[in-house]
């Protein structure tokens, strides 16, 4: 297994609701930081949402439609998007680390990625 793990992708008309869920109870360190990332084919990665020590963060691009918090359990979180758009297509990554941050260089431990597809 991998030591952090992504759930709930999957395919989805625009305006509708997708919830991804991130786990990485398999390491014993608690992390104050953990971000959802988010990657389109031939673009670069792009910082979602941060949730550091309970306080969330939005990308622009995000605020007011997807919500990032804490699940029951030790370094848990889930992002509920709402009213999504095409252009919110991508792989959508977890990370783990020391502090409030959209910038992937500031994570060392990610997953592996869920898909997520949003069509017209």
């Known amino acids: 297994q991998v030591p952090v793990v992504e759930s709930g992708g999957g395919s989805v008309q625009a305006g509708g609701t997708l919830r991804l869920s991130c786990a990485a109870s398999?390491?014993?360190?608690?992390?104050?930081?953990m971000a959802w990332f988010r990657q389109a084919p031939g673009k670069e990665r792009e910082g979602v949402a941060v949730?550091?020590?309970?306080?969330?963060t939005y990308a622009d691009s995000v605020k007011g439609r997807f919500t990032i918090a804490e699940e029951t359990g030790r370094n848990k979180i889930y992002l509920q998007m709402n009213n999504l758009k095409p252009e919110d297509d991508g792989t959508y990554y977890c990370?783990?680390?020391?502090?409030?941050?959209?910038?992937?260089?500031?994570?060392?431990?990610w997953g592996p990625g869920t898909s997520v597809n949003v069509t017209s």
């Open positions: 990370a783990a680390g020391e502090m409030a941050s959209l910038k992937s260089k500031n994570y060392i431990i």
């Open positions: 398999t390491i014993s360190y608690t992390y104050p930081s």
């Open positions: 949730l550091y020590n309970g306080v969330p």
